[in-house]
């Protein structure tokens, strides 16, 4: 079973990146990510074609508590796609493993 979600809501007018740790935070909450980490489901995250890029932080916001509970799994739980099933831009896919990695190293670094 997969789950949909989008995030096209959580980007500002006219902006082709996401940004902000509180708007990352808000997200999460609004869309239940915290529910769907314990849902027996893949969730497809549908990202705007016109999006550049998303920031450590929004990212971080959004999907840290995913990230410490799924690790090298979470990109197994979280499919990021285009709307229709669209693979995402290579230049994207990088960058959010380029999130990934960020979060988890200010993960490792807190907990010292």
Do not use: H
Not at 43 to 60: E, R, Y
Not at 77 to 87: D, H, L, T
Not at 95 to 103: L, N, S
């Amino acid at each position: 079973m997969a789950v949909e979600i989008k995030l096209s809501q959580y980007r500002g007018n006219g902006a082709k990146i996401f940004t902000d740790r509180d708007n990352g935070v808000r997200a999460r909450r609004e869309l239940k990510l915290d529910e769907l980490d314990q849902a027996e489901c893949v969730v497809n995250v549908i990202v705007p074609t016109d999006t550049w890029g998303i920031n450590p932080s929004f990212f971080g916001g959004l999907f840290e508590e995913s990230i410490r509970k799924f690790n090298t799994k979470f990109r197994e739980k979280y499919v990021f796609m285009y709307s229709k099933g669209r693979a995402i831009s290579e230049s994207l896919n990088k960058d959010i493993d380029y999130d990934i990695e960020y979060v988890i190293r200010n993960m490792e670094g807190s907990s010292e």
